[in-house]
């Protein structure tokens, strides 16, 4: 993994020598210098591609690292909203790197395509930095994939799917964390669950909604899945503990069920499945639990070191944290 891209693997896939990658670098067109065009243009085609980015500083220092660490972000980590879901990563990423002795150098550049950032692109700068930490909800799994198959070195935050290859990951346990609260709720009685969100698609939805389904069948309790559902859906179903993945769902829930004079938990418990990434009321204190998300940033930095150092691929989950609200009890009507 942390292998740096050379001007030698620049002339091995262009078919040339590295000299005139050099040259095709400098621009040397001096001193009786002659490179056909179509050397030349097949030299800028593997570098346009692989993103390659020659480091100055690195040559003088014989390949020692830059001491710059870089983070790319997939989608805006600095929103006008109060879910400001992501800069708790980011103080955990600033607090790491200081502790490290580097600089952080923040992506943003990445033209996006159909909506979505990219990592490679024409005017890609990755390979300034050491190494790349990735936040984002959802990592394109092509970006991915080059980035393992090229040797980029990189950390990813949040638990990745293989991509060609293992992918160096600090994620959070989320099936642990949802199977304790459904522990939790069977406990005080609940038998009928429903899990409103999305559940597939990012690893994050997926892993939450895996540990659900573990934890409904271990107890042999029923389980709804429903990626969107209304309180009167929820109540026909007699479902007595609903499981959000979005906290603003669970508390438009819990508001709800309060305008229909209901009681939050004796009528209905609503759990949180995480952290608010849209605007969510201050008045629900949810019962769910808590992403690790300051920790990550700080382990994240501390795994990309290990890849810069050891060519290792670290992958590690965090335990998320029990949060201890008000829309959690034992239900006044079970049958």
Same mark, same amino acid.
């Given at each position: 993994?942390?292998?740096?891209? /050379?001007?030698?693997? #620049?002339? +091995?896939? *262009?078919?040339?020598?590295?000299? /005139?990658?050099? !040259?095709?670098? =400098?621009?040397?067109?001096?001193?009786?210098?002659?490179?056909?065009?179509?050397? @030349?243009?097949?030299?800028?085609?593997?570098?346009?591609?692989?993103?390659?980015?020659? =480091?100055?500083?690195?040559? +003088?220092?014989?390949?020692? +690292? =830059? +001491?710059?660490?870089?983070?790319?972000?997939?989608?805006?980590?600095?929103?006008?909203?109060?879910?400001?879901?992501?800069?708790?990563?980011?103080?955990?990423?600033?607090?790491?790197?200081?502790?490290?002795?580097?600089?952080?150098?923040?992506?943003?550049?990445?033209?996006?395509?159909?909506?979505?950032?990219?990592?490679?692109?024409?005017?890609?700068?990755?390979?300034?930095?050491?190494?790349?930490?990735?936040?984002?909800?959802?990592?394109?799994?092509?970006?991915? *994939?080059?980035?393992?198959?090229? *040797?980029? %070195?990189?950390?990813?935050?949040?638990?990745? $799917? $293989?991509?060609?290859? %293992?992918?160096?990951?600090?994620?959070?346990?989320? %099936?642990?964390?949802? @199977? $304790?609260?459904?522990?939790?709720?069977?406990?005080?009685?609940?038998?009928?669950?429903?899990?409103?969100?999305?559940?597939?698609?990012?690893?994050?939805?997926?892993?939450?909604?895996?540990?659900?389904?573990?934890?409904?069948?271990?107890?042999?309790?029923?389980?709804?899945?429903?990626?969107?559902?209304? !309180? *009167?859906?929820?109540?026909?179903?007699? #479902?007595?503990?609903?499981?959000?993945?979005?906290?603003?769902?669970?508390?438009?829930?819990?508001?709800?069920?309060?305008?229909?004079?209901?009681?939050?938990?004796?009528?209905?418990?609503?759990?949180?499945?995480?952290?608010?990434?849209?605007?969510?009321?201050?008045?629900?204190?949810? /019962?769910?639990?808590?992403? %690790?998300?300051?920790?990550?940033?700080?382990?994240?930095?501390?795994?990309?070191?290990?890849?810069?150092?050891?060519?290792? /691929?670290?992958?590690?989950? !965090?335990?998320?944290?029990?949060?201890?609200?008000?829309?959690?009890?034992?239900?006044?009507?079970?049958?």
């Amino acid at each position: 993994m942390a292998k740096r891209l /050379t001007q030698q693997d #620049i002339a +091995r896939m *262009a078919g040339v020598s590295q000299a /005139t990658v050099s !040259l095709v670098l =400098n621009n040397r067109t001096d001193g009786g210098v002659r490179i056909a065009p179509d050397t @030349r243009a097949r030299v800028l085609e593997v570098i346009r591609r692989t993103g390659y980015v020659a =480091n100055p500083i690195a040559r +003088r220092l014989h390949d020692q +690292r =830059n +001491r710059i660490l870089g983070v790319f972000t997939y989608e805006a980590v600095f929103p006008s909203t109060r879910a400001d879901f992501y800069q708790p990563f980011l103080e955990g990423i600033e607090e790491q790197a200081e502790v490290a002795g580097c600089d952080l150098l923040l992506f943003t550049s990445a033209k996006a395509t159909g909506g979505k950032r990219r990592i490679f692109s024409d005017d890609s700068r990755i390979r300034l930095a050491d190494g790349c930490v990735l936040l984002g909800r959802s990592i394109d799994r092509d970006d991915l *994939a080059q980035l393992v198959t090229e *040797a980029v %070195p990189f950390v990813s935050i949040g638990r990745r $799917d $293989d991509a060609g290859g %293992p992918v160096p990951h600090i994620g959070a346990d989320y %099936p642990a964390a949802v @199977r $304790d609260l459904v522990d939790r709720a069977v406990a005080l009685g609940h038998r009928r669950f429903a899990y409103v969100g999305a559940g597939t698609g990012a690893e994050s939805s997926a892993d939450r909604l895996r540990g659900f389904k573990q934890a409904v069948a271990a107890h042999g309790v029923e389980g709804t899945y429903v990626q969107f559902a209304g !309180l *009167a859906q929820l109540l026909d179903a007699g #479902i007595t503990c609903v499981l959000a993945e979005e906290v603003s769902d669970g508390a438009a829930l819990v508001l709800a069920a309060r305008e229909r004079g209901l009681s939050v938990p004796g009528d209905l418990s609503v759990l949180m499945l995480g952290a608010a990434t849209r605007p969510a009321p201050d008045d629900v204190r949810l /019962t769910g639990f808590r992403i %690790p998300r300051r920790e990550m940033g700080r382990r994240a930095v501390q795994a990309l070191t290990e890849v810069l150092e050891h060519g290792t /691929t670290p992958q590690e989950l !965090l335990v998320c944290e029990f949060v201890e609200g008000t829309t959690l009890g034992p239900h006044t009507a079970l049958g």
